[in-house]
């Protein structure tokens, strides 16, 4: 036996087995070419078991490599480390009996050592055996000298061998990096072929023949991938592999293997045994913030396999390496104990009570190394919790003070746009009165003077809807609810919409004037009274409010949408329309946006009547954005 020192936690001999998926001859080609790419000229390559027809059988498993493009990208081929006393031995061929009859097995064995940054000298020995399947079995099993960790390079990616199309006894792959069980970006989607692959991981992670523990980490999508590189460092060739899977892989597998599903965004590691007692289940933060937990899994299953018996090939590998390691001398062993007596060689009750004992103290210890495991894992999620609550608390304080900014800056434009408007309004009424004093010293311009505006400004709507309808004859304002504008006036900008009110229904009526004279002239009218906005355009003399302002329309969806048509109808005189009302969808902006967003609807008759309604005056109607 091997004399393994006893200072590390991970001191011994870590063993991997599997299977190849192609004969004897091509099998042992492919592993000296990995140990000639890892060790350079020491791993010579040489012709082999020349003897030994090559076979083609492949294994179903294999389906799971697919091609390249079925792993992540693999890194570049490592450089030797510095100071590495790198070396491995020739290959050595024997031929064992087949057991099941038939020609003889052959049997390919090599040693080799390397230095490790983490794991001091290291030995391995790796052995192929020619399967009765028909396939090649493969072993490695290695030492290090300080011991094994997860800071050590993995024995197969030292010597090479993941990078070939080999598999663990229970037909996962063992590849160097991440298996990725879902599309690439830019490849179409093929469910089929990607249901297969899942029911292949599925049948291997319940194979009684299984090895190597497998992580199966569940992420939300492909992109989430490039920000977990813990999976990296876990990843252990032969040892430990990682297989992730999104949303829709998770699903399949959990009805795969319904009572071992995997946390959605988390993670669950099934055991080398198999069993589902020894699986441990991960969550989405434990995978994406805890890292030590990961990389304390990995140490555990290393402790674990150097504790374990290697079996199969792994077996005569461990062999083949206790050959090359220096010995110890053992303490002395007593002598045999002398066989107990008839009389005593039933056990007493005292012993059978101290074997039970010694079962549940081991029970006892399983049972409180899994609470410990889980007492750590629920304190890093509350801690990851807390912290997420508190990064959260000063992200909504930043985005409190932000909006506290943006209202600021929002009120003092907002300031900045009424007195622009204010001074906008006050120019276009100076222009319209001015227009109406040189309509009066030059007649060629205009036959009749527009009717004079008052510079006092009404103190209440109601007065002022009194005062036009006493100076604007053309204006009808019968109907007009005075009690809706009234409730305006509290408003602190009631003056501002008041003087607004009335340069509106001042240049309403000489609109209608205009047209009026050019009907009793006899001539038709112009482009610019074709309706109030050409008229307000044109400069014309009574224009006193901005173009900007006017809407002959609503928009597509109210002019559609019944509820908001009937809130819009209001009378109109059986002249104009048979039915007594008619849809005031033109209108006048007092205010732009702010609420109340008052506004002034009317209905031109002026083509045919020569009057125009006004239907309402008071805040904004009912919209598909406001109701």
């Known amino acids: 036996m091997i004399d393994y020192p006893a200072d590390p936690a991970c001191a011994g001999v870590i063993w991997m087995r599997g299977i190849a998926d192609a004969g004897p001859r091509?099998?042992?080609?492919?592993?000296a070419?990995?140990?000639?790419?890892?060790?350079?000229?020491?791993?010579?390559?040489?012709?082999?078991?020349?003897?030994?027809?090559?076979?083609?059988?492949?294994?179903?498993q294999s389906r799971l490599l697919g091609s390249r493009a079925a792993t992540l990208p693999l890194p570049p081929p490592r450089s030797p480390v510095t100071g590495d006393d790198a070396g491995i031995r020739p290959w050595r061929f024997d031929r064992e009996e087949n057991d099941e009859g038939g020609r003889p097995r052959l049997i390919a064995r090599t040693t080799a050592r390397w230095s490790d940054p983490a794991a001091g000298t290291v030995q391995a020995a790796v052995v192929l055996r020619d399967s009765p399947r028909g396939l090649v079995e493969w072993g490695v099993a290695a030492h290090a000298e300080r011991g094994w960790t997860h800071r050590a390079v993995p024995p197969c990616v030292r010597l090479g061998i993941d990078r070939q199309h080999i598999c663990d006894s229970g037909g996962l792959p063992v590849t160097g990096e991440p298996l990725k069980l879902f599309p690439l970006d830019g490849v179409p989607?093929?469910?089929?072929?990607?249901?297969?692959?899942?029911?292949?991981v599925a049948g291997s992670l319940e194979h009684p023949e299984r090895s190597?523990?497998?992580?199966?980490?569940?992420?939300?999508?492909?992109?989430?991938?490039?920000?977990?590189?813990?999976?990296?460092?876990?990843?252990?060739?032969?040892?430990l592999s990682v297989a992730v899977v999104i949303e829709q892989g998770r699903r399949v597998l959990a009805g795969l293997l319904p009572e071992r599903a995997i946390p959605a965004g988390g993670a669950r590691y099934f055991g080398p045994s198999g069993r589902p007692e020894d699986d441990t289940t991960f969550t989405r933060s434990a995978v994406r913030d805890r890292h030590g937990l990961l990389t304390a899994l990995l140490d555990d299953a290393l402790t674990a396999r150097c504790g374990a018996t290697p079996a199969g090939v792994a077996a005569e590998a461990a062999a083949l390496l206790d050959e090359q390691l220096p010995r110890r001398p053992r303490p002395p062993v007593p002598p045999p104990a002398e066989p107990p007596s008839d009389e005593t060689a039933a056990p007493s009750e005292a012993d059978r009570l101290r074997i039970r004992l010694a079962e549940l103290e081991a029970v006892l210890a399983d049972s409180e190394r899994r609470s410990r495991t889980q007492l750590t894992l629920l304190r890093d999620e509350a801690s990851a919790a807390h912290q997420a609550r508190?990064?959260?608390?000063?992200?909504?304080?930043?985005?409190?003070?932000?909006?506290?900014?943006?209202?600021?800056e929002r009120d003092l434009f907002a300031e900045a746009l009424d007195d622009a408007e204010a001074e906008r309004d006050a120019a276009v009424r100076d222009r319209g009165v001015l227009a109406a004093r040189l309509a009066d010293v030059a007649p060629a311009v205009a036959s009749a003077p527009p009717p004079a505006v008052a510079d006092r400004v009404p103190g209440s709507f109601e007065a002022l809807i009194a005062e036009a309808a006493a100076r604007c004859p053309l204006l009808v304002l019968d109907?007009?609810?005075?009690?809706?504008?009234?409730?305006?006036?509290?408003?602190?900008?009631?003056?501002?919409?008041?003087r607004k009110a009335r340069d509106a229904l001042a240049t309403l009526e000489a609109y209608a004037r205009a047209k009026q004279r050019a009907r009793r002239a006899g001539t038709p009218p112009g482009p610019h009274l074709a309706d109030l906005l050409a008229f307000v355009r044109s400069g014309a003399p009574g224009a006193l409010i901005s173009a900007n302002i006017i809407a002959l329309a609503e928009s597509d969806r109210v002019e559609h949408q019944e509820k908001f048509r009937q809130a819009r109808m209001f009378p109109v005189r059986p002249a104009t329309h048979p039915s007594g009302r008619a849809c005031f969808t033109a209108h006048i902006k007092l205010e732009r946006c702010k609420p109340p967003a008052p506004r002034l609807h009317f209905y031109d008759d002026s083509d045919k009547t020569g009057l125009i309604y006004v239907g309402y005056l008071g805040p904004h109607l009912a919209t598909g954005r406001t109701n």
């Not at 000063?394 to 943006?406: G, N, V």
């Open 479 to 498: 109907d007009l609810d005075g009690s809706v504008a009234a409730a305006l006036d509290p408003h602190p900008k009631a003056a501002s919409w008041r």
């Open 26 to 31: 091509r099998a042992t080609r492919t592993f």
């Open 212 to 239: 190597v523990g497998v992580l199966v980490v569940s992420l939300d999508s492909r992109k989430a991938l490039a920000s977990i590189d813990t999976l990296f460092r876990v990843h252990w060739p032969g040892l």
């Open 33 to 60: 070419d990995a140990l000639f790419e890892a060790f350079g000229k020491g791993a010579a390559r040489t012709d082999v078991l020349q003897a030994c027809a090559p076979r083609a059988t492949a294994l179903p």
């Open 390 to 408: 508190t990064q959260a608390e000063q992200h909504a304080d930043h985005l409190a003070r932000q909006l506290a900014e943006a209202l600021t």
């Open 189 to 200: 989607a093929d469910d089929a072929a990607e249901d297969e692959r899942l029911a292949l």
